[in-house]
């Protein structure tokens, strides 16, 4: 797999590190990973972002992840809407999110191309 491509997600990683030292850091990202499905968190690849996501959007690296997923779904929203892809949502909404909640809510017309990432909530979603 390849390693992280976001390198301000790499660079927020590393700030981590410095000001709450390794070990925490270690715990942190093995909690997230778990969180994710077991997938590595330092391979978070915006060229392969499908899977299984529970997001924390009051840590700011879980919170950067939601916002890459939310700005790679608007390249591909524009290019289903352009024709260049064919719409594979679940709600024929171009979306590549499914099944999202956030705060254990689902909100069935959210809008991801206008959605801006708020401050904290837990959420949820597949993303495909």
């Avoid at 491509?5 to 410095?18: G, K, N, S, W």
Wanted: glycine fraction near 6%.
């Amino acid at each position: 797999m390849n390693a992280i491509q976001d390198r301000h997600l790499r660079f927020a990683i590393a700030a981590q590190v410095a000001t709450e030292g390794a070990n925490s850091v270690n715990r942190y990202l093995s909690a997230l990973s778990t969180k994710m499905g077991g997938a590595p968190v330092l391979y978070f690849s915006p060229f392969n972002p499908n899977g299984r996501y529970r997001l924390d959007l009051s840590n700011e690296i879980e919170r950067r992840v939601a916002k890459n997923l939310v700005v790679i779904n608007k390249g591909i929203s524009a290019k289903i809407h352009a024709k260049e892809l064919c719409d594979r949502s679940k709600r024929g909404n171009q979306s590549c999110f499914r099944n999202e909640t956030l705060n254990g809510y689902c909100d069935k017309d959210m809008d991801f191309t206008t959605w801006a990432v708020p401050q904290q909530g837990i959420f949820k979603f597949d993303f495909v």
